[in-house]
């Protein structure tokens, strides 16, 4: 019988073994620019009653969504609660998800934190463990010093050195602020910057950001479902969206519908998810995300503290949301 320090020792060589061929892969595939278009949950991080990371549960979550039709996942976005976790806890989590998920599956891993020094660590540090690309939020605790010259500093020395390449993440209902138009036309321009997901949920700006970085070979991202098929008829290429950890096939043929051309059909299914979509988001947040995972047979576990789970007026009025439109 193996004790437990072979047993550590043997998932650590497999590791070791399966992130060597991850880059063996990556460098062959060097020179050829990341497609990210697709849909993307930004997956959900169950914990336990004791705020423990629930690992278990994570392993049955991903079993479920390798069987939709997803480009990839987002692991460690804000729906993972990662501003919540240890360094360590956020590279093990993204490295459970890339040994558990289908090669063919891209994990985009949350790499950001406050400073730029420690965005480099995290994101080499993710890379290591398997992530394709990193999603970089902007630095917000000195908000008001966060202007062009500082962003465009910082994601400019995090691709710089990044392994792998770099999605921007705008997302200003929980940062207070929105990454600067004139930034990312700089951005768009380095060579490890794919993309941008933009959670600001104007369809202008990111109608704006298509149009200025044509021919940069630079995609937008929607960050929500419930303006999804606006920016597809603006020219982004795909969304990570809260609501797909719940609706995740209806998500993803919102987006088939889209690119096919079938709007009449696309506005119709769109129309169903607006509210469901706002009640996990905006309205009630991770929380409530969490208790909708749960009714659709994932596993939302508890969140971990200071965030608190939803009222019980908040339970029926999230049900409402999603039952008066057909889900429930």
Same mark, same amino acid.
């Not at 019988?1 to 992130?19: C, E, I, P, Q, T």
């Not at 497609?35 to 479920?64: M, R």
């Not at 200071?306 to 007026?313: A, D, F, K, R």
């Given at each position: 019988?193996?004790?437990?320090?072979?047993?550590?020792?043997?998932? $650590?060589? %497999?590791?070791? #073994?399966? *992130?060597t &061929?991850?880059?063996?892969? !990556?460098?062959?595939a060097?020179?050829?620019?990341? /497609?990210?278009?697709?849909?993307?949950?930004?997956?959900?991080?169950?914990?336990?009653?004791?705020?423990?990371?629930?690992?278990?549960?994570?392993?049955?979550?991903?079993?479920?969504?390798?069987?939709?039709?997803?480009?990839?996942?987002?692991v460690?976005?804000?729906?993972?609660?990662?501003?919540?976790?240890?360094?360590?806890?956020?590279?093990?989590?993204?490295?459970?998800?890339?040994?558990?998920?289908?090669?063919?599956?891209?994990?985009?891993?949350?790499?950001?934190?406050?400073?730029?020094?420690?965005?480099?660590?995290?994101t080499?540090?993710?890379a290591?463990?398997?992530?394709?690309?990193?999603?970089?939020?902007?630095?917000?605790?000195?908000?008001?010093?966060?202007?062009?010259?500082?962003?465009?500093?910082?994601?400019?020395?995090? $691709?710089? %050195?990044?392994? #792998?390449? *770099?999605? &921007?993440?705008?997302?200003? !209902?929980?940062?207070?602020?929105?990454?600067?138009? /004139?930034?990312?036309?700089?951005?768009?321009?380095?060579?490890n910057?794919?993309?941008?997901?933009?959670?600001?949920?104007?369809?202008?700006?990111?109608?704006?950001?298509?149009?200025?970085?044509?021919?940069?070979?630079?995609?937008?991202?929607?960050?929500?479902?419930?303006?999804?098929?606006?920016?597809?008829?603006?020219?982004?290429?795909?969304?990570?969206?809260?609501?797909?950890?719940?609706?995740?096939?209806?998500?993803?043929?919102?987006?088939?519908?889209?690119?096919?051309?079938?709007?009449?059909?696309?506005?119709?299914?769109?129309?169903?998810?607006?509210?469901?979509?706002?009640?996990?988001?905006?309205?009630?947040?991770?929380?409530?995300?969490?208790?909708?995972?749960?009714?659709?047979?994932?596993?939302?576990?508890?969140?971990?503290s200071?965030?608190?789970?939803?009222?019980?007026?908040e339970?029926?009025?999230?049900?409402?949301?999603?039952?008066?439109?057909?889900?429930?």
């Open positions: 019988m193996l004790g437990v320090g072979a047993v550590k020792n043997m998932f $650590a060589l %497999s590791r070791s #073994v399966y *992130v &061929l991850w880059k063996r892969s !990556a460098s062959q060097a020179g050829q620019r990341l /497609d990210i278009s697709g849909i993307y949950p930004p997956i959900a991080t169950p914990f336990t009653k004791q705020e423990e990371l629930d690992y278990h549960k994570l392993e049955e979550n991903l079993q479920k969504y390798a069987k939709i039709p997803f480009k990839g996942l987002v460690q976005g804000s729906n993972g609660e990662y501003p919540y976790l240890t360094e360590e806890e956020r590279v093990e989590v993204v490295s459970r998800v890339r040994l558990s998920l289908p090669r063919d599956k891209l994990v985009i891993a949350g790499s950001g934190c406050e400073s730029t020094r420690a965005t480099v660590r995290m080499e540090r993710m290591g463990v398997g992530a394709d690309a990193v999603l970089v939020v902007t630095p917000c605790f000195y908000k008001g010093k966060m202007d062009s010259r500082a962003l465009t500093h910082h994601f400019t020395q995090v $691709a710089d %050195s990044s392994p #792998v390449p *770099v999605v &921007l993440y705008s997302v200003p !209902a929980n940062t207070g602020l929105e990454l600067p138009m /004139d930034a990312v036309c700089r951005l768009a321009q380095h060579p910057i794919v993309g941008l997901k933009d959670s600001g949920g104007d369809i202008t700006r990111i109608g704006l950001a298509v149009h200025k970085t044509r021919g940069l070979d630079f995609q937008v991202l929607a960050g929500s479902a419930g303006f999804l098929m606006a920016a597809y008829s603006v020219g982004a290429v795909g969304g990570v969206c809260a609501l797909a950890n719940v609706l995740g096939r209806q998500v993803c043929e919102l987006e088939r519908l889209c690119v096919e051309g079938r709007w009449e059909e696309a506005r119709e299914l769109q129309w169903r998810l607006i509210e469901p979509n706002a009640a996990v988001t905006r309205k009630l947040g991770v929380p409530a995300l969490k208790q909708a995972m749960e009714w659709f047979g994932f596993h939302g576990g508890a969140c971990r200071p965030l608190q789970p939803i009222t019980e007026s339970s029926q009025q999230l049900r409402r949301d999603f039952s008066s439109n057909g889900w429930l």
